[in-house]
């Protein structure tokens, strides 16, 4: 079934069914989880990060306080390990990046250009567009629009 849409951008393209529309939905929602898995790698990697500069920190504080030999042992084995094997956070983040996330992103695209002539969120605009009330403030199509309700 056509819906009308929010605007030209987010329109289906003509003759795209129902079925296509929701999805290509549904795939745009998994690089959504994607994204997310994404940041909470990035935040993984700066508490990685954080975690060992206060380390080191701690291991001064620790030899200040006349610990030199506990100090010693924890700076020689703790500071600057390697949280994986062979890897620092960054290194995961980049072949996260370089692999399975351009990948998914890729997919992704490649689809939308194939169904949807490149057209993004066609699904939750059309979402958008069953779920507002047309001509009520805070429920207006576009930007644009928002003057007008």
Known sequence: MAHD???????????????????????????????EARGHLYAFHRR????????????????????????????????????LAGRWSFQVVEEYDDGYYATFREHERRAREELMDGRRHVFEAEMKEDRRTAGRAGHAATPEDSSRG
């Open 5 to 35: 849409s929010v605007d030209d951008a987010h329109t289906r393209p003509s003759g795209t069914s129902d079925a296509t529309v929701a999805a290509l939905g549904k795939l745009s929602e998994a690089l959504e989880v994607v994204e």
């Open 48 to 83: 990685c990060g954080t975690a060992d500069l206060t380390l080191g920190e701690a291991v001064d504080a620790l030899r200040d306080a006349g610990h030199h030999e506990l100090a010693d042992r924890v700076e020689t084995d703790l500071v600057g390990r390697n949280i």
